[in-house]
Antibody, heavy 117, light 107 residues
Framework: QITLKESGPTVVKPTQTLTLTCTFS??????????VGWIRQPPGKALEWLAL???????RYSPSLESRLTITKDSSTNQVVLTMTNMDPVDTATYYC?????????WGQGTLVTVSS | DIQMTQSPSSMSASEGDRVTITCQAS??????LNWYQQKPGKAPKLLIY???NLDTGVPSRFRGSGSGTDFTFTISSLQPEDIATYYC?????????FGQGTKVEIK
């Protein structure tokens, strides 16, 4: 059974950097073709794709956010980390990690991140 | 980016009614389209993948069709547990993009 769980701060201040961790079980990030992605959803709004990373360390980012995002993985711990710099109140959202990277069959429970001073 | 235009944005139907949602891509995406159901406070759930394939355990009243730029999602007989917001998602090209969602309510 594949499970994912997001962890990280619930509140960040404007201009700060957000670091979220996705802990993934039931498959291995060492497998090429196995990907984990991040999706976010502002309150009451639609889903927005952010980034993905594959087992071979191929990384892709949303063009509109690429300058602010970094995605990394630790295959030994089956964790994927997303960092987003220069946080703004418009980045307030529930952040989900997902797998596989394109067929979003498995989702974490999501973590609500509020950007506020 | 490929734009996904989903309609309607919301709808109300009676239990047992047929519900149809459409999704139009801004360019040909073949059949690289998935449909998701999201209930309030929950993560989305994959219902249909590759435009027309029912994911494991999904009731057969859900159906997807289409290819190219025009896609349709249908609930053949609306049930109270189907109250949710539905999203289409293309993955023909990155970035992955979603429709704006269709909120389905019961009259």
């Amino acid at each position: 059974q594949i499970t994912l769980k997001e962890s990280g701060p619930t509140v960040v201040k404007p201009t700060q950097t957000l670091t979220l961790t996705c802990t993934f079980s039931g498959s291995s990030l060492r497998n090429n073709g196995v990907g984990v992605g991040w999706i976010r959803q502002p309150p009451g709004k639609a889903l927005e794709w952010l980034a993905l990373i594959y087992g071979d360390d191929d990384k892709r980012y949303s063009p509109s956010l690429e300058s602010r995002l970094t995605i990394t993985k630790d295959s030994s711990t089956n964790q994927v980390v997303l960092t987003m710099t220069n946080m703004d109140p418009v980045d307030t959202a529930t952040y989900y990690c997902v797998h596989p990277a394109l067929y979003l069959r498995h989702w974490g429970q999501g973590t609500l991140v509020t950007v506020s001073s | 980016d490929i734009q996904m235009t989903q309609s309607p944005s919301s709808m109300s139907a009676s239990e047992g009614d047929r519900v149809t949602i459409t999704c139009q891509a801004s360019q040909d995406i073949s059949n690289y389209l998935n449909w998701y159901q999201q209930k309030p406070g929950k993560a989305p759930k994959l219902l249909i993948y590759d435009a027309s394939n029912l994911d494991t355990g999904v009731p057969s009243r859900f159906r997807g069709s289409g290819s190219g730029t025009d896609f349709t999602f249908t609930i053949s007989s609306l049930q109270p547990e189907d109250i949710a917001t539905y999203y289409c998602q293309q993955f023909d090209d990155l970035p992955v993009t979603f429709g704006q969602g269709t909120k389905v309510e019961i009259k």
